[in-house]
Structure formats: C-alpha cells, structure tokens
C-alpha cells in the first residue's frame, strides 16, 4: 500500500474505466472534448482556466494534466501563477461576501431570499469587526485581479469561471459584471463556464483511479 493517496502508479486504474463504465467514459470524454476545443477563447486561455479550476476542486491529477497542457499551448509559469492567485482571491471572496448569513442569524433582519442582493450591505459590519484583516483582503484581491502577464479582462474572465466552480452567487455576479465592463463577451463567459463544467466533472472522474485503487487493497 503507497504512503501517498495520490501516486502516478495510481493512473494506471484509467485504463479499466473502459470496461467498468464504456458508455459513460465515451460521454465524458466527448464532453470534454467540446469543452477544451479552440473556440472564442484561446486553447491556451482555456488550459489556463483549467488549472484555475483545477485547483479550486483540488484535483492533482487535474492539475499535473492541464498545466503540462498549458504549457504545450504556450501559457507561461507565471501566467499559470497569476491565474491561481485569481483563484485565491475569489475563493477568499467567497468567504468574506458570505459573511453576510452571519450577520443575518444573529438579527431579525434575515430575508426569505438566502442570496438577497440587500445581504451585502452588512460587509461593512466585517471591516467593522475585523478592520486589519478586511483591508487586506481588499488589497489582495485588487491585486490578484490587475493586469500582469494576464490582462484585467482576462483574469475576469476566469473569476467568473471560479465563482460558478465555488458556486458562489455574489462572485458569480460582481465578475461578470467586471469581465463585461472590461470587454469580455457572452460566448467568452459561456465557453469558461464550459471549461468550468469539465474541470468539475473531471475531478471527480480523475478521483475514480483512487476508487479502483481502495476497493482493489
């Protein structure tokens, strides 16, 4: 038994998954397939929003098969660094936006409606409490979301890639809104959202080389 969950041996396991599951993996793999394929973005750029995805659902097999693969296309190291810091940032988003529920079950001012726009008025009641941390935060997302190696706009682009993959409603609406300001098109979002569907489907087919592993000990 390996000392690790995750070792490359373990990748051998794809190989079964054709005569466990045939019709599946053949939909899969199409899916995929469409996902990743030159469109309005970019093979580079949507190899790019893979890795971002892949490390929002934490998949080290995601992440070792799309980096090497935006390297292929020509993404640099830090253009692959930038984008994770993108990833950072929305996630820590996430927590900071949803932070608002807090401050709704500790008053009678909760709304009917969980994802109420109103609820992020109460942000301000975390700088309140946690000054130093909050303007931090602000300062790293500013940050992680500027231009670099990686344009505003397309840094954007994956943002709302991320907050469809955290699943998080205020992220989902504040970076589409920014990637829009910014240029970025309907097919551009829809084709990230795409990448977004397969890197979340993929994470959990990659994962069933640990499940044939496990059953097989």
Known sequence: MSTSF???????????????????LKAYNAFGKAAMQEGVLSKKEKEIIAVAIAHVTECPYCIDAHTKGAKKAGA????LTEAVF????????GAVTHSTHVHNANTQEASDILYARSNL???????KFAPDGFKAYGAFSATATKE?????????IIAVAVANAT????????????????GATGEELAEAIMVTAA????????????LIQSYEE
Do not use: M
């Open 6 to 24: 995750y070792p490359k041996e373990n990748l051998k396991h794809f190989a079964r998954i054709k005569d466990l599951a045939p019709e599946q």
């Open 76 to 79: 640099s190291l830090e253009e």
């Open 86 to 93: 993108v990833v950072a940032a929305v996630e820590a988003g």
């Open 121 to 127: 008025k109460h942000l301000g009641q975390l700088g």
């Open 148 to 156: 670099g190696k990686l344009s505003s706009k397309f840094k954007e």
């Open 167 to 182: 699943q998080c409603p205020y992220c989902i609406d504040v970076h589409s809104k920014n990637a829009i300001k910014l």
């Open 199 to 210: 890197l979340r489907a993929g994470g959990a087919y990659a994962h069933i080389a640990n």
